[in-house]
């Protein structure tokens, strides 16, 4: 049996993530978004956080506040960003960073992430 995983959009949105342990809020780019989560880049203030625990980020949507919602960290890897040159089209690099799921969604905040993704999949 196959299970279908949320379609991710590959995005580059500067996000404030604060870990559920405390600390100053980081900012850090979301590389890719879905309706369960994202894979944000690494950033010094969140180099050492281990898989399962948990945070809050933030990210800047059209139409007003940010979205929030809480996450948990799920793996380290490997996203891609673009890089735009006038020299060659569609040229990527490897950055390290985190997986993350999203939990605690109320209905409300997940149909605006479903709008936002909306945009993103029009784009």
Same mark, same amino acid.
């Given at each position: 049996m196959t299970i279908s995983r949320p379609v991710r959009y590959r995005c580059e949105i500067t996000s404030q993530v604060e870990l559920d342990s405390g600390g100053d809020?980081?900012?850090?780019?979301?590389? =890719?978004?879905s309706e369960? /989560?994202?894979f944000i880049e690494e950033?010094?203030?969140i180099d050492d956080v281990q898989a399962?625990?948990?945070?809050v980020i933030?990210?800047?949507?059209?139409?007003?506040?940010?979205?929030?919602?809480h996450i948990r960290f799920t793996r380290t890897g490997l996203g891609r960003v673009d890089v735009r040159t006038p020299m060659a =089209?569609?040229?990527?690099v /490897?950055?390290?960073g985190y997986g993350v799921e999203f939990d605690q969604l109320n209905d409300?905040?997940?149909?605006?992430l479903r709008d936002f993704l909306e945009l993103l999949d029009s784009r």
């Open positions: 809020a980081a900012r850090a780019r979301v590389l =890719e978004l369960t /989560g994202a950033v010094k203030a399962g625990e948990g945070g933030g990210i800047p949507l059209p139409g007003g506040d940010p979205w929030v919602a =089209e569609h040229v990527s /490897g950055v390290r409300e905040e997940l149909e605006r």
